[in-house]
């Protein structure tokens, strides 16, 4: 999830009237260590700040490049609330995390994690957002997520095993599948709050499982394979769509009405080559769209929506772009920048 994040880097001391003065402002404070510059006062007065602030304070270990990381070192801010573990290759002690009981934001990026049953932990139930990396194993077990209830934003890279149980996670808003190859998602249709539902990287011919929902903003981006999204009528409540990078998609047909897409982004789908149906989306206020196959007049002509107040197109043939940001200008359309 994206945060106004203020960074402590490495610090040789923690200055606990900035920190306030940061959290006050209502940024996300951030101390991180990449080499064991910390000791036991500091890891002290670390946890006493924990403890009296909430999870905007965020705690990350990563790196430690020339050192092995011992993870039992959380025992010395066990009120720590938001935690990352990650860009880590030699550790030991990795359960210590487990018996971390404040917990309420976590992520873990140890690529050389080998345990299977990690989440089995009953000190992750009451997590409320959670971040799993890629690990060279790929044998991570998905099972217990189905157990964490307060659960609201999920972001899984790789991971697969029993995947399905995150149709269980009933209060479960943000799902971000990173890095995900062919494999079933009809569990979303399980998830009635979801709001958020992001596709990054990995591959799939088409979302076509997904059923009538809820979801406001969805993303398709990077995703090898991915040849249709014809399924887009099912997201009757959707604000921002934001397709990018996929290579195989050659057309989108808006066939009926979205009345709530306000943003509509089309990037970088080279054999794109026909956007139709603008007209069934009388919200929209943001359409841009850039470096695709899809012909300028074939757009123009539609009838655009009368919210529309950005529009940009462009090809990357400078010249082309100068005409078309003109004709665009001329009908009363800016960019997004101004």
Not at 56 to 64: D, M
Not at 79 to 84: H, I, P, R
Request: glycine share 4%; hydrophobic share 35%.
């Amino acid at each position: 999830m994206k945060k106004n994040i203020t960074l402590i880097d490495n610090p040789t001391f923690i200055d606990d009237i900035f920190v306030d003065r940061e959290l006050t402002k209502g940024k996300t404070v951030l101390i991180q260590f990449s080499d064991p510059t910390y000791d036991k006062d500091k890891l002290t007065q670390i946890n006493y700040l924990c403890k009296h602030y909430d999870q905007n304070l965020a705690i990350r270990f990563y790196g430690h490049y020339f050192s092995k990381f011992d993870c039992s070192v959380v025992k010395q801010i066990s009120n720590v609330k938001n935690l990352s573990i990650d860009g880590l290759n030699d550790f030991e002690n990795v359960y210590a995390l487990t018996e971390l009981e404040n917990l309420k934001v976590f992520a873990l990026g140890i690529y050389d994690l080998k345990e299977p049953d990690f989440f089995k932990s009953d000190s992750f139930k009451q997590l409320i957002e959670l971040d799993i990396y890629a690990t060279n194993s790929k044998k991570l077990n998905l099972e217990y997520v189905r157990n964490f209830k307060s659960l609201k934003y999920l972001t899984i890279e790789e991971h697969t095993k029993n995947m399905e149980a995150i149709g269980e996670v009933s209060n479960l808003e943000y799902l971000c599948l990173r890095s995900i190859k062919q494999k079933s998602v009809e569990f979303i249709n399980n998830i009635k709050k979801l709001k958020t539902l992001r596709f990054l990287l990995g591959s799939r011919e088409n979302i076509k499982e997904i059923n009538e929902n809820e979801i406001e903003n969805l993303e398709i981006s990077w995703v090898r394979g991915f040849n249709n999204i014809t399924n887009v009528s099912n997201f009757k409540k959707i604000k921002i769509l934001s397709i990018e990078d996929n290579i195989k998609l050659d057309k989108i047909n808006f066939d009926i009405e979205l009345s709530a897409l306000a943003d509509l982004k089309i990037l970088n789908c080279k054999t794109l080559n026909s956007v139709t149906g603008i007209e069934n989306l009388p919200s929209l206020t943001q359409f841009i769209i850039g470096k695709t196959d899809v012909n300028f007049e074939n757009v123009i002509k539609q009838k655009l929506p009368a919210t529309l107040k950005v529009f940009e197109f462009y090809t990357g043939k400078k010249s082309i772009d100068i005409e078309i940001e003109a004709i665009l200008q001329k009908k009363g359309y800016t960019d997004r920048h101004n």
